[in-house]
């Protein structure tokens, strides 16, 4: 999968500084408490931010049936403690928590784990027992729970903005030409591609490409939008850019 350089561009300047103040992050921190909107936004955020849970859990070694039980105690805890409430809101980034309070959910559940197994009633799988079937096949895997979750979330952050740019195109009622040009939003089209969707969808080539280009501009957007509802401030924005250019380089080729 190929998705990014032209994203990392991209600064705090670019969104307005009033945008921050109705992201998902900044109502979860602002609040601090049980307010039903900041509670709504706080299990939208868990909800999207679920697979790097799941594959962090699962990098850990711990076999599939036992990660989702795992990770849905996770959340359950994280929510219903209001872990949130004991955030810097200097720092910004709900990446950083939601990594940071799952270590210590899983540290405490080795700990009981640990309690139960002098009595023979736990195995733990092996961590050869993980599933690399969903991981790309990328040369540059992560080797590390740590670099398994944040590969993980950069790729949950692009599938958001994807879902995000489908449905504005459905509503547009442009379904079969977003069907017919997504796989031109991941890898840049080549002069034979382009040519041959032309002839598909009896386009010219120069309007073919007009179309490319303003889906790629606009997926761009989407991403920058997903990554936005997760920072509660410029700063930590333009930390988010910054990670996803690292965790994915090779993302949106300029084109």
Sequence with gaps: ???????????????????????????????????????????????????????????????PDVAEDLAQGFFVSFIERAVHAQ?????????????????????????????????????????????????????????????????????TVLRAALHRLQAEIAKAGKTDLFDALSEFLIERPSEDDYARLAETLQMKRGTLAVAVHRLRARLQACVRE???????????????IDHMHKTLPHLLAPG
């Design 1 to 63: 999968m190929r998705l990014w350089q032209t994203v990392t561009g991209v600064k705090s300047g670019d969104v307005p500084m009033s945008r921050f103040e109705t992201t998902h992050w900044s109502v979860v921190l602002r609040s601090r408490g049980e307010q039903a909107d900041a509670r709504a936004a706080l299990e939208s955020l868990c909800r999207t931010y679920r697979p790097p849970v799941l594959a962090y859990i699962r990098a850990r070694g711990h076999a």
């Design 226 to 240: 997903e990554l936005a509802e997760t920072a509660a401030d410029a700063a930590s924005f333009d930390q988010e």
């Design 87 to 155: 955030a810097d809101p200097a720092r910004g980034r709900f990446r950083s928590l939601l990594l940071t309070a799952l270590k210590h959910f899983l540290g405490d559940e080795v700990d009981r784990e640990r309690a139960l197994k002098r009595g023979g009633a736990v195995q733990h799988a092996p961590l050869d027992a993980i599933d690399t079937h969903d991981q790309l096949d990328d040369a540059r895997q992560p080797t590390t729970p740590e670099q398994v979750f944040e590969r993980s979330w950069a790729e």
